[in-house]
T-cell receptor
Framework: GAGVSQSPSNKVTEKGKDVELRCDPI?????LYWYRQSLGQGLEFLIY????????KSGLPSDRFSAERTGGSVSTLTIQRTQQEDSAVYLC??????????FGSGTQLSVL | QKEVEQNSGPLSVPEGAIASLNCTYS??????FFWYRQYSGKSPELIMS????GDKEDGRFTAQLNKASQYVSLLIRDSQPSDSATYLC?????????FGAGTTVTVRA
């Protein structure tokens, strides 16, 4: 596609529910990243994929967070048993050289 | 110590002036350095990359790198209202970009 696509753009959920966030990277980009940005804060690294494997999962905040990537393309970030502190904008980015990142428009997650 | 630290904002400059943004990083193995611009409510977009010590100019933007001092800066010359945004410094020590918290710049008309 022309750019990184994320869905949904907004998600409102109740505390304790599971959510799935989707990212469709730029075609041909082998690296895919998930970041989280809370209001007025910088970008917090969550996880990075090279192809379908995740060499670095160090940023996942807890075992409630997981992510997968299939076919070297689409990635899904899953948050189980959501908590209010999970509320943030979740940004996906893809890259062809693991340096220049191209970001999607993000998913605004609100946990009530 | 945070991996990437930026000078606290917000930074307010008059139109036509130079905006100066600073960034320091902690991991000496870092070899790649970037500046991203993020408009309010939008995603970050890459505006500059720099890999070698010295200055790199691109239009009204100049990035400066000093690896010995672990310091990166961004100068915006002839600042325009359209430059009003948050500028994020990013450093790539080991295959993942680490971002600073950002400096918000407001250009006064």
């Amino acid at each position: 596609g022309a750019g990184v696509s994320q869905s949904p753009s907004n998600k409102v959920t109740e505390k304790g529910k599971d959510v799935e966030l989707r990212c469709d990277p730029i075609s041909g980009h082998t690296a895919l990243y998930w970041y989280r940005q809370s209001l007025g804060q910088g970008l917090e690294f969550l996880i990075y994929f090279q192809g379908n494997s995740a060499p670095d999962k160090s940023g996942l905040p807890s075992d409630r967070f997981s992510a997968e990537r299939t076919g070297g393309s689409v990635s899904t970030l899953t948050i189980q048993r959501t908590q209010q502190e999970d509320s943030a904008v979740y940004l996906c980015a893809s890259s062809y050289d693991r340096e220049r990142l191209f970001f999607g428009s993000g998913t605004q997650l609100s946990v009530l | 110590q945070k991996e990437v630290e930026q000078n606290s904002g917000p930074l307010s400059v008059p139109e036509g002036a130079i905006a100066s943004l600073n960034c320091t990083y902690s991991d000496r193995v870092s070899q790649s350095f970037f500046w991203y611009r993020q408009y309010s409510g939008k995603s970050p977009e890459l505006i500059m990359s720099i890999y070698s010590n010295g200055d790199k100019e691109d239009g009204r933007f100049t990035a400066q790198l000093n690896k010995a001092s672990q310091y990166v800066s961004l100068l915006i010359r002839d600042s325009q209202p359209s430059d009003s945004a948050t500028y994020l410094c990013a450093v790539n020590p080991r295959d993942k970009l680490s971002f600073g918290a950002g400096t918000t710049v407001t250009v006064r008309a």
